[in-house]
């Protein structure tokens, strides 16, 4: 029994004869909520904000009202927004979506913001790889131009509001925002220690600036649609709105899906969503959000806490395919939501082979500022490679541990983190295939690496 | 090399979307000329420097660091083949490894390579955040889906252009 979406960001996007132009936009209700807004204060956007109880979709899921109070409220500096559109966490394919296929609706979230926020010039970084993305958003920024709904006075309110495209080169790290910055900066994007240099206090250019993802911002503009408390009812309390779920891997129906935040489990999503593991196979593992989320295996159970109506919270026990898709419960289960990517495993894979996979990407990723990141994500690389050689040592996935454990915890930026997950994970969750692994001669053809 | 007759105009465009700081325009910069002239030349990266008042070393270093930008010429298909999970579980070293079959080039890893008749450069990159219809390529400025399909196959050698 298939389980139908509630689509909200991508209401639009697949449907027949919806285009990216003005036009089709305008005719679907584009902009009513930036004339909305602009006819309300910037704080009154801000409470709306707030009481949504909106949490970021970049990896975070920190609140999204939160960040933007943590502009100083005496600052007379310019203030900057910016729209981090560096999608790039493996596993993740949906703001390419909202960019090819709703463009306005992206830009019509960051107007709203910039004026919640008193910035008057925006930037939205693009991930290099994106060429065509940034053409369409190009377009669509002149077409919103031409039509006031950006420039120096929008809509006559007095407002006035520039974008301009950014694209990166290459750079995973860009997608971390104190990295972003810096690149936008001209600079090489090595990230930025917090504290003291919170964007929102000390961003672009050392003047107060919110970085928000490409979902976090067109969310922005439902929530002013519909209300800060009507959408605070979609979802669940504390994960609040609506999430794209990206599944790939090996399921039969891999693609983007949104719903409502918890509305769904790991296993509903899979099974009834995604048509079920392929081939008849059996589920082995899942990495819930984006490939620095930590793996879970199937079979293993959860201990997770259930918020029920009257406010009061129960623990309860669950197996991988019942934890519902939302931050807290994937928190519980010792992972997280991250990016809403979920990569899926059946019981033919090889745990070793998709680890040195996921390292070699965090090798070549780490941008080197920091000793342990640079050096062990490069060890990680090297160990789990030798593994798949032939050439590993019975004491190998204890050396693993110990590189990611030392990595964790000690970097500027949350890439220490992103890189030792995976490999504290699959190496404790699948220490039997790690420990046959490491003294066993290679396979013919590595699949995966 | 020299310069197309709108070149510098186009950079002073790009330069006053920053009106706080030029430096920010190097990125930009460096992506014109990339796209201009195939490849960032010392020439190129001089010229920048210039435009923005900043020491050649601003803009190497960026070049240096950033996957996207090559000192060299590549051969005049570019195919960028995703490596990282999503596409590695579909079948992207197979993929990989056909279109190295296919076109003659000898390659193993991150970074370019071309192919003898310097038609085809063929670089495997990381994630291109496509996984729902993987594996992916990319042709040039184009996202193949599916890629491995014969196909498609096709379409990343051209075929069909």
């Known amino acids: 029994m298939p389980i139908p979406e509630r689509r909200l960001i991508l209401r639009h996007a697949d449907e027949p004869g919806y285009s990216p132009d003005i036009g089709s936009y305008l005719k679907h209700g584009g902009y009513d909520a930036l004339r909305k807004a602009l006819a309300s204060s ?10 949504s109880g909106l949490r ?16 100083p409220k005496n600052n007379t500096k310019p203030v900057y927004l910016i729209c981090n559109a ?8 949906k703001d390419r979506q909202i960019i090819h296929k709703d463009p306005h609706q992206l830009l019509e979230g960051m107007a709203i913001t910039a004026y919640a926020i008193g910035s008057r010039l925006a930037y939205i970084y693009i991930r290099g790889e994106f060429p065509e993305g940034a053409r369409i958003l190009e377009r669509a920024i002149a077409e919103a131009r031409a039509a006031s709904f950006l420039g120096k006075d929008i809509l006559g309110s007095g407002f006035g509001l520039d974008i301009h495209v950014h694209r990166g080169a290459g750079a995973y790290i860009c997608g971390e925002e104190t990295g972003l910055i810096e690149s936008l900066e001209g600079k090489r994007p090595y990230p930025r220690i917090k504290p003291p240099y919170f964007p929102a206090v000390l961003g672009l250019y ?25 959408y605070a009812r979609l979802g669940r309390p504390n994960n609040t709105g609506t999430r794209i779920l990206c599944v790939s891997g090996d399921v039969r129906r891999p693609g983007y899906y949104e719903f409502e935040v918890g509305a769904v489990t790991i296993g509903q999503l899979i099974h009834d969503v995604c048509g079920g593991v392929r081939d008849g196979n059996r589920l082995k593992a899942i990495i819930p959000g984006g490939s620095s989320a930590k793996v879970l295996r199937a079979g293993d159970t959860f201990a997770i806490r259930r918020r029920k109506a009257d406010g009061t ?30 990569i899926v495993m059946d019981h033919t894979r090889d745990m070793v082979e998709a680890l040195a996979n996921i390292n070699e990407f965090y090798a070549h990723e780490s941008c080197g500022q920091c000793t342990p990141c640079r050096e062990g994500s490069l060890w990680m690389k090297k160990i789990t490679a030798r593994m798949l050689s032939g050439r590993g040592r019975a004491s190998d996935p204890d050396l693993l541990a110990s590189v990611a454990n030392n990595i964790a915890g000690r970097t500027i930026c949350a890439f220490g983190e992103a890189c030792a997950w995976p490999t504290q994970s699959f190496v404790e969750k699948f220490r039997d295939e790690f420990d046959a692994r490491a003294t066993a001669p290679a396979k013919e053809v590595p699949r995966a690496a | 090399m020299k310069l197309p007759a709108d070149f510098t105009a186009r950079a002073d465009e790009i330069i006053a979307r920053y009106p706080a700081s030029a430096r920010s325009a190097t990125l930009p910069l460096l992506h014109l000329w990339q796209e201009t002239f195939g490849f960032v030349s010392g020439q190129g990266v001089e010229w920048i420097g210039a435009r923005l008042g900043l020491e050649p070393i601003r803009i190497l270093e960026l070049v240096t660091f950033y996957p996207m930008f090559r000192q060299a010429p590549i051969g005049r298909r570019h195919i960028r083949v995703c490596r990282t999970l999503s596409c590695a579980l579909a079948g992207a070293r197979d993929l990989y490894a056909e279109l190295c079959r296919r076109t003659g080039a000898a390659g193993d890893a991150h970074g370019p390579v071309t192919s003898p008749d310097g038609e085809y450069t063929i670089e495997f990159v990381e994630c291109l955040a496509s996984c729902g219809t993987a594996p992916v390529a990319m042709i040039g400025d ?9 196909d498609n196959i096709e379409a990343c050698l051209g075929k069909g252009d």
């Open chain 2, 142 to 150: 184009r996202l193949i889906e599916s890629a491995n399909t014969p």
């Open chain 1, 313 to 342: 919270v129960e623990a309860i026990s669950l197996g991988l395919e019942d934890i519902p898709l939302d931050f807290d419960s994937l928190a519980d289960a010792g992972s997280m939501a991250g990016s809403g990517g979920i």
């Open chain 1, 206 to 230: 050392m003047c107060p600036t919110v970085v928000n993802n490409v979902e976090t911002l067109c969310n922005v503009k439902h929530i002013v649609g519909m209300g800060g408390a009507e």
């Open chain 1, 56 to 71: 970021g979709r970049g990896g975070a899921g920190f609140s999204c009202g939160l960040k933007w109070s943590f502009i």
């Open chain 1, 42 to 51: 910037p704080d009154a956007i801000a409470t709306e904000v707030k009481a």
């Open chain 1, 86 to 93: 560096d999608e790039s966490e493996p596993g993740t394919f």
